[in-house]
């Protein structure tokens, strides 16, 4: 361990008894840490609780006590989706006291190298990818963070000749502090999280923390393509390793010949590595990439970056590359139905990433979007529902600016779907307006384009209700 006496004798608040929560309790109590697990939540709504019990870790359930956190406290840890406007977490910072999220104590206690993967749209099938590519290389790779094991849970078990790779979140880079990848990538920058975040400077800020404590040895993988990654560079004083999909790059990795953006062509292309010396090596033919869309040619060659910064060969990566067929809930293939093609791409939590997963098909679509309300207009994707799609469901919270945006767009099929007591039920419907919407040739969507708070505990819930409804039509 990096730093076995970093947390011993020091009392701890752990604030959220999540996942992440929970392994961090016993982490930091196993270095000999005091610690108190606290979670707003009443006691049965905490099923771990009786297990950190029976450690010895003090557990408070049912609300926040107003005497929780108090000067002799060394360190608050807290759930990365708890607001720092909660009243422990203020009064924490109004103390003086470190506030942190569990991706700052694996960062401390691992031995592995780490490499770290943050970015509006794109993270878990880019860090699924390199952990395949690394994996290929025979690299020992440990993949976790935001994609699935809490990182200080994977951090117990790594050693030096393992390789840490690990989606992190805004929210989870926000509260760190120390923490220095070896390998930092930012894949690109959107208009999300506002709600939590309260801006986009604080949003910008968070996500480029994960460059914050690089220095000489590290590397930054940076997307050439997106203004805010590239405002950065002047502060990244790592050794810069970008990628692109529509520029060629002096050194990085890029498609060759480049796309120009918002332009189709059916020219042949490569992913292609030129490295410092001015040698050009082809990786891939763009063909041969196993999951659609050009996003997911700059998530492949964001992966390539990576894995090449980290030591891999460059004739390990076709493989991966060609054989992955994408994460569940991201532009997912269903089922074909009436020769009507379904795809579940309920991760689309923005804009953004609705608009990329609309530019992946040539075919009509009929568009299946809407969630919870964080204050966004939806213009942004007026251009692209104009030329892609054919009609629009909308549902939840942001249904009428759904619709409204899909009215700008010229659309003449609009459905708004009731939001019902029953979030099921009303997904499912949505599903049955899709259908009777589309005709043999088109393709039915679901990229909501919001959060899935307002009606579903997560994307994955909405993901898979949309899956089920899909095989029930």
Request: with cysteine; hydrophobic share 40%.
């Amino acid at each position: 361990m990096k730093h076995p006496e970093l947390y011993r004798g020091k009392e701890v608040i752990v604030l959220g008894l999540a996942k992440s929560g929970v392994q961090v309790a016993k982490v930091l109590h196993s270095f000999g840490a005091i610690v108190t697990a606290n979670d707003q939540k009443d006691r049965d709504q905490c099923p771990e609780a009786g297990e950190l019990e029976a450690l010895g870790i003090t557990v408070i359930c049912g609300g926040h006590p107003e005497n929780l956190v108090h000067p002799g406290i060394s360190l608050l840890v807290k759930n990365p989706g708890i607001p720092y406007k909660v009243q422990p977490v203020q009064k924490a910072l109004d103390l003086g006291i470190d506030v942190i999220t569990e991706v700052e104590v694996a960062y401390h206690i691992c031995d592995a190298p780490i490499i770290g993967i943050t970015g509006s749209n794109g993270k878990t099938t880019t860090t699924t990818w390199v952990g395949n590519m690394l994996e290929e290389a025979g690299m020992r790779p440990i993949v976790a963070g935001n994609i699935g094991t809490p990182l200080c849970e994977a951090a117990l078990g790594a050693d030096s000749g393992n390789c840490m790779v690990t989606e992190l979140s805004s929210f989870q880079l926000k509260g760190t502090r120390e923490f220095r990848p070896r390998i930092g990538c930012l894949l690109n920058v959107a208009e999300t999280h506002l709600d939590y975040h309260g801006d986009m400077e604080d949003y910008v800020a968070s996500k480029a923390k994960i460059f914050a404590n690089q220095g000489e040895g590290d590397t930054a993988v940076l997307n050439w393509d997106d203004s805010t990654c590239r405002k950065l560079v002047p502060y990244i004083k790592a050794k810069l390793l970008p990628f692109s999909t529509n520029e060629e790059l002096v050194e990085g990795v890029y498609v060759s010949p480049p796309y120009i953006p918002d332009v189709e062509d059916s020219l042949p292309r490569a992913i292609v590595y030129r490295d410092a010396h001015g040698q050009v090596t082809e990786i891939i033919p763009v063909e041969e990439v196993g999951i659609p869309g050009r996003f997911n040619i700059a998530n492949a060659a964001a992966a390539c970056a990576i894995s090449i910064a980290a030591g891999a060969p460059l004739d390990r990566l076709r493989g991966p590359l060609s054989s992955f067929r994408g994460v569940e809930h991201r532009l997912e293939y269903v089922m074909d139905r009436s020769d009507v093609a379904f795809y579940n791409n309920s991760k689309a939590t923005n804009s953004k990433a609705t608009a990329m997963a609309l530019a992946s098909f040539k075919r009509p679509i009929v568009l299946i979007a809407g969630g919870l309300d964080r204050g966004s207009d939806y213009t942004e994707l007026v251009p692209v529902l104009s030329e892609r799609v054919k009609a629009v469901v909308a549902l939840g919270q942001t249904a009428h600016k759904i619709a409204k945006a899909a009215e700008m767009a010229g659309l003449k099929q609009i459905v708004v779907v009731d939001n019902g007591e029953d979030a099921a039920e009303t997904l499912r419907a949505a599903v049955k307006e899709a259908a009777a919407a589309a005709s043999p040739g088109d393709i039915v969507l679901l990229s909501p384009a919001c959060a899935s708070w307002d009606m579903f505990a997560s994307y994955e819930v909405r993901g898979r209700i949309f899956k089920e409804a899909v095989h029930n039509l």
